[in-house]
C-alpha cells in the first residue's frame, strides 16, 4: 500500500474505519468520504470529505474530483457505504427496496463512475466493491437488501468486463460482521462465527494492491454462512 492513493466511501463506520486506518499504517493515502460530517483536519496523507450523499451522482463526482484534486491522482477506490434493511416482501414498503437500492447500489454505482477516469490514468487502478453472503441466497426478510446487494454483484461484474486490462474490479462478500452495533441487534448469537472488520480489511487491502492485478470480476464470499 506504501505510496497508494485511496479512496474509502463509508469511512467513518466500523468497517471503513478499519479499512481506511490499517491502509495508511501501510503507507497509503487515504480520502475517507462519508455521508456523516467531518471529523478531522486535511493533512498531506489524509482527506475526510464528510456530508456527502453518494447516491447523488453529483454529489458522488465533487467529492471524488476533490479527492483527487488533494492528492494528485487516484490508485483505488473501495466502496464500503451502505446500508442494511430487515423486513418480509409482504409486510414491507415499496419505500424500503428503493432505499437500499439508493443506499447499496447507487453509492457504489455514482462513486466508481466518477473516479474510474482517474484509476485507469493510474498503472495500477482497482475498485473494491461489498457485496453480501446474503444475496447469494435470500432469506426470509432479507429480500430488500439482498436484491441490492446481488445489484452490487451485477455491478462489480460488468464494471470488471467493461474495464478489463484497465482497471480490477473485485467485490467481497461478508457473512455477518462481528461490529458493535450487530452485537446489539443480535445479543444471542455465536460472535465467534461472525467475519471481524480487521479480516475483511486485509482482504479488501489485498484486492486493492498491486498483488491481486492478476484478480477481476471476483465475488469473494469471506466468514461462510451463519
Known amino acids: 500500500m506504501q505510496g497508494k492513493v485511496i479512496i474509502v466511501t463509508g469511512a467513518l463506520?466500523?468497517?471503513g474505519k478499519v479499512v481506511a486506518t490499517t491502509a495508511q499504517t501501510r503507507g497509503a493515502r487515504v480520502a475517507g468520504i462519508d455521508?456523516?460530517?467531518?471529523?478531522?483536519?486535511?493533512?498531506?496523507d489524509s482527506i475526510e470529505i464528510g456530508g456527502v450523499d453518494l447516491s447523488d451522482?453529483?454529489?458522488a463526482k465533487?467529492?471524488?474530483?476533490v479527492a483527487?484534486?488533494?492528492?494528485g491522482r487516484?490508485?483505488?477506490?473501495i466502496n464500503i457505504a451502505g446500508g442494511f434493511a430487515f423486513e418480509t416482501v409482504g409486510d414491507g414498503d415499496v419505500a424500503t427496496w428503493q432505499r437500499m437500492h439508493a443506499l447499496n447500489v447507487l453509492t457504489a454505482l455514482n462513486t466508481s463512475r466518477a473516479a474510474l477516469p482517474h484509476l485507469a490514468a493510474s498503472r495500477a487502478g482497482r475498485i473494491v466493491n461489498i457485496g453480501a453472503i446474503g444475496a447469494l441466497q435470500a432469506g426470509s426478510g432479507m429480500g430488500p437488501y439482498a436484491a441490492s446487494k446481488a445489484g452490487v454483484h451485477r455491478l462489480t461484474e460488468a464494471l470488471a468486463n467493461e474495464w478489463k486490462g484497465k482497471v480490477t474490479v473485485n467485490a467481497v462478500l461478508p457473512s455477518?460482521?462481528?461490529?458493535?452495533?450487530?452485537r446489539a441487534d443480535m445479543p444471542n448469537a455465536d460472535f465467534s462465527k461472525w467475519v471481524t472488520p480487521q479480516e475483511l480489511a486485509e482482504i479488501i487491502l489485498f484486492l486493492a494492491s498491486d498483488a491481486a492485478s492478476g484478480i477481476t470480476g471476483a465475488l469473494i464470499p469471506v466468514g461462510g454462512r451463519v
Open 13 to 15: 463506520g466500523a468497517l
Open 35 to 44: 455521508h456523516a460530517p467531518s471529523q478531522a483536519q486535511a493533512t498531506p
Open 57 to 59: 451522482a453529483t454529489q
Open 62 to 65: 465533487t467529492a471524488v474530483e
Open 68 to 71: 483527487a484534486k488533494h492528492f
Open 74 to 77: 487516484l490508485d483505488a477506490l
Open 176 to 182: 455477518i460482521i462481528d461490529t458493535r452495533a450487530n
